[in-house]
């Protein structure tokens, strides 16, 4: 399955855009790119997903690089209620890594 | 619709004892997966099931059984719990699984479970 790396932890200021990278070299072309996060004491919740041209939703964008061997997920402008731990996730399986720690600070 | 239901919410067994961690989804989605989540850790998939009838091992599957009997329910069986399954667990489901599908996954709040 093809992996993904993303930095350990980001922090940000409240109401400031935040840009958390994935680096996915080994992606296949069929393989989907999704972002999840997950609050504290909560299950995973669905962020976004994309193939190969950038998306938009209510909660965030998603820029995929041509090449699609990366993507950054954006939150346009970061809450308290953002903190989280962010995954960045290719393919059916939905492997998770140990995901990006998002710190915001008010 | 409730989504994806777990129970128990929280569960303490003993060593050697069994137990089975329920989990329920109303959204006739056909894949179903359970993962365990340990302290400042990512999440591992434990089983997996692509629809009634059909269940597969995923990375830590050791310890654990799994049957999916309807498209509903996936429950996972701790045949003799050990300290190292100490955990909290995730069930999800979600519409399909399969080469370029979209795969969002929809998941239930979590068991947090000790054993001593």
């Known amino acids: 399955d093809a992996k993904t790396t993303q930095p350990n932890s980001m922090e940000s200021n409240e109401e400031e855009p935040v840009h958390l990278p994935c680096n996915h070299s080994t992606i296949s072309g069929t393989d989907y790119i999704h972002w999840y996060r997950q609050l504290p004491s909560q299950g995973p919740e669905y962020v976004i997903h994309?193939?190969?041209s950038n998306v938009n939703n209510r909660m965030a964008s998603l820029a995929i690089a041509e090449d699609r061997k990366s993507s950054t997920l954006i939150l346009h402008r970061a809450t308290l209620r953002d903190a989280a731990v962010y995954y960045c996730?290719?393919?059916?399986?939905?492997?998770f890594g140990a995901g990006t720690i998002l710190r915001v600070k008010s | 619709n409730a989504g994806v239901t777990q129970t128990p919410k929280f569960q303490v067994l003993k060593t050697g004892q069994s137990m089975t961690l329920q989990c329920a989804q109303d959204?006739?989605?056909?894949?179903m997966s359970w993962y365990r989540q340990d302290p400042g850790m990512g999440l591992r998939l434990i089983h997996y099931?692509?629809?009634?009838?059909?269940?597969d091992q995923g990375e830590v599957p050791n310890g654990y059984n799994v049957s999916r009997s309807t498209t509903e329910d996936f429950p996972l069986r701790l045949l003799s719990a050990a300290p190292s399954q100490t955990s909290v667990y995730f069930c999800?489901?979600?519409?399909?699984?399969?080469?370029?599908?979209?795969?969002?996954?929809?998941f239930g709040a979590g068991t947090r479970l000790s054993v001593l």
């Open positions: 994309g193939l190969t």
């Open positions: 999800a489901s979600s519409y399909s699984i399969g080469g370029a599908a979209k795969n969002i996954q929809y």
């Open positions: 959204m006739n989605h056909e894949y």
């Open positions: 996730i290719l393919g059916n399986k939905l492997v």
């Open positions: 099931s692509v629809g009634a009838g059909i269940t």
